[in-house]
């Protein structure tokens, strides 16, 4: 599932789920006061704003990202998305070897990890949803930002003229 924003004058951007969130709540924290004016920013119900409110945030966020304000956001962000501990592996339950009937009728538990380096190198076994490792990254850490993702929405909010959210 992804988010398509549609901008009046045809302009586009469009995220997956894991590109649209971050991206949202940035643009909330940076911009409260306009992009309160949408309601709707995490649904695809067709909220958006209009053309004038469109340029005022375009001009908030490359103010921001000018004065390093964006980047200091995604700095911060990334630094306690680096503090979470991985977790167990929902898929093989920790055990690095998927054994369900997906996994046996995909060959994972007789599968031999080769990869240099794995901590179960040449064990036998292993897991789609961990590498065979029994351990993941929290699922906030799917959730992507970059500095590049509000260069370009900025842009794209400059030549919208109002936007959808559908
Ligand atoms: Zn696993």
Request: with cysteine; glycine share 10%.
């Amino acid at each position: 599932m992804g988010m398509d924003v549609c901008g009046k004058s045809g302009a586009y951007f469009r995220r997956n789920i894991w590109g649209w969130r971050p991206l949202a709540e940035c643009v909330r924290h940076i911009a409260p006061d306009t992009s309160r004016k949408c309601k709707h920013w995490f649904s695809n119900d067709g909220d958006g704003l209009n053309a004038r409110q469109s340029k005022a945030m375009a001009l908030i966020l490359e103010a921001a990202l000018a004065d390093g304000t964006i980047a200091a956001y995604v700095a911060k962000r990334n630094a306690r998305l680096a503090t979470l501990t991985d977790e167990t592996c929902i898929t093989c339950h920790g055990t690095g070897v998927r054994d369900d009937d997906i996994g046996r009728e995909q060959g994972m538990t007789q599968r031999i990890i080769e990869t240099a380096g794995h901590p179960r190198h040449r064990e036998t076994g292993w897991c789609n949803g961990c590498d065979g490792r029994g351990r993941t990254r929290p699922l906030a850490t799917w959730y992507r930002l970059t500095e590049d993702d509000i260069r370009e929405f900025a842009a794209f909010l400059r030549e919208s003229e109002g936007f959808q959210i559908c």
